[in-house]
């Protein structure tokens, strides 16, 4: 099949959602203010819809898009002499609905063309996005910008995948280990780079003294942020803490504790009574709770159930591997630790994000660096974890994606 027969075969196999079948190439700098624009009236377009209400993820999105946030995050970008690699292939995750707008951006920030292919279960959140890209696609100041977007889906077609693969000067794959492995089947250009978000698991590291020291109010606001990390994307996301870990490591903590633990899923739970609890979700959570009980190699948990909203298991040690204590659904778990060190040995690579609530950032750096630490790329507070930056999975984004000029 020669080069044209190919281009003509991926034209059938996929569906645009936004912008153009092939885009044109033309590197620019990144954070250019044509750019920023763009996307500041994207954010002013979702913020129009009145679909956006009713999904807190685009809203967020949105909220991310404004001039203001783009100006710092310029600021907080190592730009120099810099200009966009080329063309940049987005393979999205499927269980992260505005994961694909994120990644977009990103490319185009940096400077870059952008393919992006998005899940085919036809999210609503994809909608709602693809459909205010095109009426910015309509105007005339943003023609160049259209060139220069493919946004699409297809079903798991790898001459699809090969083809654009070929085409790319850098890829990002979101997904699972399988998922990665499947598309690095696709080869690309000797001098293309490449960024795999992995399959990744987060935690959250908790004095109990700061969960007693709160009155009501900052009580509740903890518990909303809590569920916003975790409910919101059924704990999908990588960023949502499944343990929650705490840190009893003086006797003042250790009494704090006695009551802290109750006192926040407790709020929890009342933070939860929104949320959409199906059947299938009940039943999901039940079988891996009665999994887990059944595993031998967890000794003596103990199950809190706060109705079917949540269950909270207390284990007394932790598995070698910590990402094995993975909930859904409103199911998660607890440990105390007497030191922070005591963890270094259940750290792995796949830990990314450490959620922290009276704990100091440099201690927890200086935790990573003493123990030479594969894991925690991310320290943020609750209510922060899915918050998107230039650094993700320990990645320069805008680095990586654009090349240096020397």
């Known amino acids: 099949m020669n080069e044209n027969e190919r281009l003509n075969s991926v034209q059938e196999s996929v569906r645009l959602l936004a912008g153009v079948l092939w885009p044109d190439v033309c590197p620019v700098q990144p954070f250019e203010e044509h750019t920023m624009d763009f996307l500041s009236d994207l954010g002013k377009e979702l913020r129009k819809d009145v679909r956006t209400a009713a999904y807190t993820d685009v809203a967020a999105f949105g909220f991310w898009c404004r001039k203001g946030n783009l100006k710092r995050l310029k600021e907080e970008a190592v730009c120099g002499e810099r200009l966009g690699r080329g063309l940049v292939f987005h393979i999205a995750p499927s269980n992260v609905p505005v994961n694909f707008a994120y990644s977009y951006?990103?490319?185009?920030?940096?400077?870059?063309?952008?393919?992006?292919?998005?899940?085919?279960?036809?999210?609503?959140?994809?909608?709602?996005?693809?459909?205010?890209?095109?009426?910015?696609?309509?105007?005339?100041?943003?023609?160049?910008?259209?060139?220069?977007?493919?946004?699409?889906?297809y079903d798991h077609d790898k001459e699809v995948t090969d083809v654009y693969s070929s085409l790319c000067d850098a890829r990002v794959i979101w997904g699972g280990d399988a998922t990665i492995e499947t598309i690095r089947e696709s080869p690309v250009g000797s001098r293309c780079v490449e960024i795999a978000f992995a399959d990744r698991y987060s935690i959250g590291l908790v004095r109990p003294s700061a969960v007693a020291g709160m009155d009501e109010e900052e009580l509740r606001q903890l518990a909303v942020n809590f569920y916003n990390d975790t409910y919101l994307l059924d704990q999908n996301a990588c960023t949502a803490p499944h343990v929650v870990i705490w840190l009893t490591d003086s006797p003042e903590e250790k009494q704090a504790a006695l009551s802290a633990g109750k006192r926040f899923w407790e709020a929890v739970q009342k933070a939860a009574e929104n949320y959409d609890l199906a059947d299938i979700k009940v039943s999901d959570k039940y079988d891996r709770l009665c999994n887990f009980l059944a595993d031998q190699r967890h000794a003596s948990p103990e199950v809190h159930r706060y109705d079917n909203l949540l269950y909270v298991i207390t284990v007394e040690r932790l598995p070698e591997h910590i990402d094995e204590l993975r909930g859904s659904f409103g199911m998660f778990f607890e440990y105390k630790a007497d030191r922070l060190d005591e963890?270094?040995?259940?750290?792995?690579?796949?830990?990314?994000?450490?959620?922290?609530?009276?704990?100091?950032?440099?201690?927890?750096?200086?935790?990573?660096?003493?123990?030479?630490?594969?894991?925690?790329?991310?320290?943020?507070?609750?209510?922060?974890?899915?918050?998107?930056?230039?650094?993700?999975?320990?990645?320069?984004?805008?680095?990586?994606?654009?090349?240096?000029?020397?």
């Open 105 to 153: 951006v990103l490319g185009l920030l940096s400077g870059n063309a952008n393919i992006v292919r998005v899940s085919s279960k036809g999210f609503v959140q994809t909608d709602i996005i693809c459909s205010a890209l095109e009426r910015l696609f309509a105007r005339e100041e943003y023609q160049d910008i259209r060139e220069q977007t493919s946004i699409m889906s």
């Open 343 to 406: 963890l270094a040995a259940h750290i792995t690579k796949k830990v990314q994000t450490a959620a922290v609530l009276g704990v100091d950032r440099k201690e927890v750096t200086d935790f990573i660096f003493r123990n030479h630490l594969k894991g925690i790329d991310r320290i943020a507070a609750f209510g922060q974890t899915l918050d998107m930056g230039l650094l993700w999975d320990g990645y320069d984004i805008i680095g990586t994606l654009s090349r240096v000029i020397g």
